[in-house]
């Protein structure tokens, strides 16, 4: 079982940066893949990035590259988002995911945090 914990949402106008963490629990964080997704009101769950378990393969949604950065860190136990040049559009419940291997499709992850808010105001 592992438990996710989501922090450092929040609102910034575009243009700006945002750092998001999730602290995991558990001892076998290192053996997870982790990834970011994102709701906005009114549309479907889509993935944003994800990690694999010793943090050399990322993978970003397209219009998220070059200006957002997964990243983890296996000694914390915490995975991190870090967003910049934060447009209208990445406005959204942002969440984060554990899994058995690193995928786009929310059905591959069996964990889940609880969300954290961003807005981006024009």
């Known amino acids: 079982q592992v438990q996710l914990v989501e922090s450092g949402g929040g609102l910034v106008q575009a243009g700006g940066s945002l750092s998001l963490s999730c602290a995991a629990s558990?001892?076998?964080?290192?053996?997870?893949?982790m990834a970011w997704f994102r709701q906005a009101p009114g549309k479907e769950r889509e993935f944003v990035a994800t990690?694999?378990?010793?943090?050399?393969?990322?993978f970003y949604t397209n219009s998220v590259k070059g200006r957002f950065t997964i990243s983890r860190d296996n000694a914390k136990n915490v995975v991190y988002l870090q967003m910049n040049k934060l447009r209208p559009e990445d406005t959204a419940v942002y969440y984060c995911?554990?899994?058995?291997?690193?995928?786009?499709?929310?059905?591959?992850?069996?964990?889940w945090g609880q969300g954290t808010q961003v807005t981006v105001s024009s």
């Open positions: 995911a554990a899994g058995s291997t690193a995928s786009i499709i929310h059905r591959d992850y069996a964990y």
């Open positions: 558990g001892r076998t964080f290192s053996t997870y893949a």
């Open positions: 990690v694999n378990g010793n943090g050399r393969y990322t």
